[in-house]
């Protein structure tokens, strides 16, 4: 079976002035694709690439330039399976063991000499790698993490998707694997979770969500260490556990000097491999301890940049008497630009600033702050909530933070978690699961499948 | 067919006195490990398992500590390849594409419930991994470069082996992945090499090499950022282009500040895979600006840190008149403990504090240097050679670096190298190949297979 045609990018040559299509609505690649990922400035190629309208580059042949094939939705062929896979029961162990996947997923591969070959629906199973696989020596890999929800009104949602593969074009252009356009991306990710959606997320589950995981890796069969002239890009659905109603709130262990997450000029802005598994041992020991998370300290001043694989947020009141949400913002590229951060950021700014439910009026601040000033404002009893947020936790609430032999105590003042960030999470809970009709919430039509 | 027993580990239970035997030589763990490594303190739970005796921890079950299994070369099992792999001829494209591998590899399963489960030499083939494997998404990888040489005198050759085992360590530890006795991974790679050595280094084939690749990936098939707890340790052999004969001298393109290869309490030291995927949009950078890789400048004051994926030295004259041979030192932990590296450095120490062959004495000094100081002994002539050095690369002599605008020359006296670069690389070459007997040279028995 093929997709129904959609609008979709021939390859673009000189004049980059062909349309995408997204969600109904036609987009200049030039002007949108910068719009669309909001994001700092990209230090590596990607302004070449807007600047040029070419996502994949050109190849030389005869002569003349020939454009590589784009990624094109368009193109996809489907199989579906013919062993179906049985949905786990909800609260079972295996439903939390983030192993067990839907019946489908998607792949594409890419080549440096073709460019984007068509992208494939196909039955969930392994991948066959030979050995010298780039992705399995040189980190050659970045992914992104996503939601498929349903909704109190039975309908399927996906939360500002266009963000994630937005991202996931930044992260592949920094961990040196081929640029695509982010729209055809999301359509990928729209047909798997329209194919398996009404099977795994079944309207008597409403209120519980998949998780997505777009990936993509280096493929070469090649030790040679240089840029992958061979891609592949997947897309899995996964039964994940919720994450974010710990009962007595995370308990964070601050980082220690000789361990370092991220740096100016490396890559702690970009969703890529190499900033998960270094900070596993890290993890592992604050676990061993007792902690759920490593709050990620940088330089001699702790700053506080994210906790776990989120971005971290606290609520004080300043000494002057005003209530203020902090956040590390983006300037240093050390820290993820999260969906969920940023959503936060945004609700707060149009909802809180004056005042909300009988919330006293906030202040939204994104700066450096350090644990110095944290550890002063609980010192003070200023400090008033601390929250993590990002795809995979939602929007967790913090109870504590171990920082330098010291254990700090943040309050919940609504017995799992702050007023504020109580009603932060709900407003966002009311869009990702339908009970607030907004236009971030992006929805699915199911195939039935 | 099993391998002939040889003296191996027992699990090590309380008292860490059982011995280990490499090379013949038994070995007590407590006091050798540390001695073989010889490396910058580790800061993350390898002093513990030393410490303990415990390389793989235990398990508990039925309130009692069982240790988990050890790897274990003894048990390794063979099924040899019964669709012979062909050898490419020399200098062919084929031969220089770092993709063709032998006949053999070797594979260890390790499961956090057992430990380390029997090795197995089998026929070259993929690799089959669930898309959710963890070292597709989390880089939670680590790797060996090693060489095997054919040498002058017809034997096959490893050059100190037993450091890039102890190395490897370093690195799964750094990465969450499991330990194990370094002799035992030493035995399997010696066990390999013997197999496919005959045949694909044969003997009309003195003073070539094949590279070895010990390898270990996270194969959890979950999606939860956590410590592994299934991973795969696999051996392969591959056909490698020689890249130290460059005729004009590698030329460099010293880094910017927002490209930074490692950082004080990252990961540089370690041979993980997350050094590398993340250098690949600059070196490539480099490559089309006409370069050969990358010089890694740290900080402000622009220290120097690493050539591409090798150490970098220099030999100049102070202003004092001393000649010096300078490396970046090891202690911030940012630059890679390289074999190469360090027996450069050795040699120099024992053979050239005196001068030799001619050649003026010469100072030997590891410490931090800067390009603001590589740039004024060009300035000022007293520049007289650099060099990158790693198995890869072995010494490839540098003739041009590009720094902030200006093209910096660095004479080749020799015409392909300067003379203490061309002295130190023919002393390492008689090592390697069999020209000059010395203890660094590891001999492997031909099997023949």
């Not at 909704?151 to 081929?178: H, V």
């Not at 220690?256 to 000029?265: H, Q």
């Amino acid at each position: 079976m093929k997709m129904a045609p959609i609008a979709v990018t021939p390859p673009v040559e000189q004049e980059p002035t062909d349309k995408l299509t997204v969600n109904g609505i036609e987009q200049g690649l030039n002007q949108t694709t910068p719009s669309l990922l909001d994001l700092q400035p990209i230090s590596n190629g990607l302004s070449d690439i807007i600047t040029k309208g070419a996502i994949n580059g050109t190849k030389i042949s005869n002569g003349t330039a020939t454009p590589l094939a784009e990624l094109d939705a368009s193109l996809l062929t489907t199989t579906y399976t013919t062993s179906p896979r049985s949905v786990p029961a909800q609260g079972s162990p295996e439903a939390s063991s983030s192993s067990v996947c839907t019946d489908h997923m998607i792949q594409a591969k890419w080549t440096a000499s073709h460019g984007w070959h068509a992208p494939s629906l196909q039955p969930y199973g392994p991948l066959s790698l030979m050995p010298t696989a780039s992705c399995l020596h040189y980190a050659t890999e970045c992914f992104e993490g996503m939601k498929l929800y349903r909704g109190f009104d039975g309908k399927l949602r996906l939360f500002r998707p266009e963000l994630n593969c937005n991202r996931m074009l930044l992260s592949t252009n920094r961990i040196a694997l081929p640029a695509f356009a982010p729209q055809e991306l999301l359509k990928l990710v729209v047909k798997l979770c329209a194919t398996d959606g009404a099977k795994w997320l079944p309207r008597d589950r409403a209120g519980s969500f998949l998780y997505i995981r777009p990936t993509m890796i280096a493929s070469d069969a090649a030790l040679g260490v240089q840029r992958p002239k061979e891609a592949l890009l997947f897309i899995i659905l996964t039964v994940f556990p919720k994450m974010d109603d710990i009962p007595t709130g995370m308990r964070l262990l601050a980082s220690k000097d000789d361990m370092v997450r991220a740096w100016p000029g490396g890559f702690g802005y970009a969703k890529v491999g190499a900033n998960y598994g270094p900070s596993l041992v890290a993890q592992g020991e604050a676990r061993g301890m007792g902690y759920n998370q490593i709050l990620w300290l940088f330089g001699e001043d702790c700053t506080v940049t994210e906790a776990g694989a989120s971005n971290f947020f606290v609520v004080w009141r300043t000494e002057e008497g005003k209530v203020q949400l902090v956040t590390a913002p983006l300037g240093d590229r050390i820290i993820l630009d999260g969906v969920t951060r940023r959503s936060v950021l945004e609700l707060a700014r149009s909802r809180l600033t004056a005042g909300n439910e009988g919330l006293e009026a906030i202040e939204i601040v994104e700066r450096k702050f350090t644990m110095l000033e944290v550890e002063e404002a609980v010192k003070q009893g200023r400090i008033m909530e601390a929250f993590a947020a990002g795809t995979a936790f939602f929007v967790a609430p913090v109870s504590h933070i171990h920082f330098r032999g010291k254990g700090l105590d943040i309050p919940m003042s609504e017995g799992v978690s702050g007023k504020y960030t109580k009603t932060i999470k709900e407003w966002l809970r009311g869009i990702m699961w339908g009970n607030e009709q907004h236009e971030w919430g992006y929805v699915v039509e199911d195939e039935g499948k």
